[in-house]
């Protein structure tokens, strides 16, 4: 689930390359919502943190920063018990009344709220590619518990 087209086909080329897999693509938080109604059996959730609520013209003024916590609490509302991996670019994630200072704080709160789905956070920097190897490894665990 990723809103930025260029960090979404990067992220697809990893897991062409690391699970000769066809990844489904969502585009925002609404779009988010009737995919994980569908209930199609994926085997793994890339989540972008800050997703646009809206498509389209209304995109650019209405993203959320921690709109991934949305599509985790609705994941264990449905009692979808999918792994999730966050790929996020941001390093501060504020929204309301709640924020965190840096990735290893929402990692922890992530981790505390959502044990058996949530598997880690992949810091982003599409300038090189150190993330795709972390990335990489971080699936490769996750597949390597089932």
């Known amino acids: 689930m990723e809103d930025n087209e260029d960090k979404a086909t990067q992220i ?11 990844p489904d693509h969502v585009r925002g938080l609404r779009g988010a919502y009737p995919a994980l109604a569908s209930r199609v059996p994926w085997d793994l ?17 209405s ?7 949305e599509i985790l609490q609705a994941l264990n509302a449905g009692g ?5 991996l966050v790929a996020t670019q941001h390093d501060v994630f504020r929204q309301e009344n ?21 598997f880690g956070i992949v810091r982003v920097r599409l300038g ?8 990489r490894r971080k699936i490769k665990n996750i597949f390597a518990g089932f």
Do not use: N
């Open 45 to 61: 959730i890339i989540l972008d943190m800050t997703l646009h609520a809206a498509e389209g013209q209304l995109s650019a003024i």
């Open 63 to 69: 993203k959320e920063s921690l709109a991934g916590i």
């Open 128 to 135: 090189d590619d150190e993330w795709k190897l972390d990335m």
């Open 12 to 22: 697809k080329e990893v897991c062409l390359d690391l699970l000769q897999a066809r």
């Open 80 to 84: 979808l018990a999918i792994p999730v």
């Open 98 to 118: 709640i924020s965190f200072k840096d990735i290893p704080s929402l990692d922890e709160a992530l981790s505390d709220a959502f044990p058996g789905i949530y």
